[in-house]
């Protein structure tokens, strides 16, 4: 039976084309795009779109897909009815707390306020924490909130730390370590879970590959 | 002028759904009818009480609730079991068992918006109370013989067992949150977390290996994988136990329908034996789901064992195509409007029939 792959667009797409490709999937498609959306594999019963991070789990939740890959600060924001079942180990960064400098946010007393795209995730992490926050939901540039006094620390994604260091911000936390993973459809994986698997297990030589090579 | 809206997650089912709703209820109905299956009627609303009561990690946003006159929380079903063992051990409470009831009716879930989801939907199933596991094969059968009855093809029922995870938690002596926690990531297979969450637990190489490998106790050789893995006799045994039952439903003609998924630990503070369920071709989540809930009774008043599961008819409904027949018109002109009425009493015994005035014609004719 052909499988449907939903891969998230941007950042993760041209890793996961490139893993996909040394797995012996034919996905030249994929890389040399136009303004298509929808590309079957030359090599494999394999058919690729191409969405955005929150929108994939909607398709596989939905069972539009298959098979996801998407990054885990998106699924730990929302949606959990899925199998995760690979950590692809790319596209690694983090979530983590940050502030002003010598202003940890952890730290102050009385009413904190927290900036962040992600308020399910800072939720839950201040919960566990046992710290009673207000969090305010920003779209872009979460580092101007504490330099602007919206807020006194937020709560994203890092990668490199640049953008924080030349806003004058700090890390005081890692709340996860975040990476690109490979999810799928439960009723998919119960009626397909021989092509499922196989393409699990595809991907997951590679990882290993690439894992001993860093060694 | 503005349209009137309807909720979020309600649907109107147009004529030709729900002609092939109905049918599929019947279908459905006449199996558990067949397993002498009794139908009953529980109200749409129950006291949230009874809910929270009964349900340690009731999610009370997923409920829909309002307010009576004298300021009790009153709440929409959100399932049929609830209602049924509230029923059995309050009405039937003088009168012994088994009791083998079934239902078809509507359940509620506040879901999340915009999600495509149904806040509604129509659950048909049976609760089966006061038998222990023995009874086990005889729902088991029950189920398999409704997936058989739906018009769909290669449709298979997983089995699971909480047991078996609890079990291993108990023989590696892993604590109560510890346990929570891992079994959350074991039923969504999140592999990483899985092996990340195990190297935080104090626990010998034998048992880590087991929780590694039990998201992927699925597949054929689920039991011999699980076999091979269990690291006490009491795992084991109960692996065992399933080989049996395996081969109880091959020798009962059930061969290929159905399929094992031990790594399938939801609700462990619910289920307590064995947990299913069916998948069909083409619906992105299961449509038939249950399992054995022996502790449920006990917290309504009762203590009996009891196992149960339902079919969520409305999500069939994009599975099954069926054909709606042609009904037949008589079609008359208004001055033989009783002739009409008369010939259409007549034709109505051999089947549905509607009336079409045409004054264009002069006698009743049928199209």
Sequence with gaps: ?215 | MKQIQIPFGMRDLFPQECAVKSRLEERISRVYESYGYQKIETPLIEFYSTYQNTFTSLKEETMYKFVDESGQILALRTDMTLPIARLCATKYGNVEGPFRFSYCANVYKVRQNFAGKRNEVTDCGIELIGLDDGSDLEVLSCALDVMAALPVANSTLEIGNSNFFKMAVREAGIGKEDARQLADLIDAKAMTDVREKLQTLPIDEKARAFFEHLPLFNGEDALQEALKYSFAPSLKQEAERFVKLAEDLNTLGYQDRFAFDLGKVPHLDYYTGIIFEGFVPGIGTAVLSGGRYDDLLKKVGRDMPAIGFGVKVDYLLDAVKEETETKRQLAYPQKCLIEALQYARVLRKEGPLELVRDDTIDKPEVR
């Design chain 1, 1 to 215: 039976m052909s499988l449907s792959v939903a891969l998230t667009k941007g950042r993760l797409e041209k890793a996961a084309a490139e893993m996909l490709e040394e797995a012996g999937y034919g996905v030249e498609k994929l890389k040399n795009k136009g303004r298509a959306l929808v590309f079957a594999d030359t090599e494999k019963d394999v058919r690729y779109f191409l969405v955005k991070a929150n929108d994939c789990i909607t398709y596989i939740e939905h069972g539009v897909a298959d098979i996801g890959i998407v990054g885990k600060d998106t699924l730990m924001e929302g949606g959990s009815d899925y199998y995760e079942m690979l950590d692809l180990e790319i596209g690694q960064c983090r979530f983590i707390v940050g502030g002003l400098k010598g202003c940890d946010p952890l730290q102050k007393n009385g009413h904190i306020r927290i900036g962040t795209k992600y308020p399910e995730v800072a939720r839950r992490y201040f919960a566990s924490r046992g710290m009673d926050v207000e969090i305010i939901r920003i779209e872009g540039s979460v580092e101007l909130g504490p330099v602007l006094g919206l807020c006194d620390g937020i709560v994203d994604i890092m990668e490199t730390g640049t953008t924080l260091k030349e806003n004058g911000l700090e890390v005081y936390d890692t709340v996860a370590r975040i990476s690109a993973r490979v999810i799928v459809n439960k009723a998919s994986f119960k009626l397909k879970r021989k092509e499922v698997m196989t393409f699990i297990s595809d991907l997951e030589r590679i990882v290993k590959k690439h894992a001993e090579g860093n060694q």
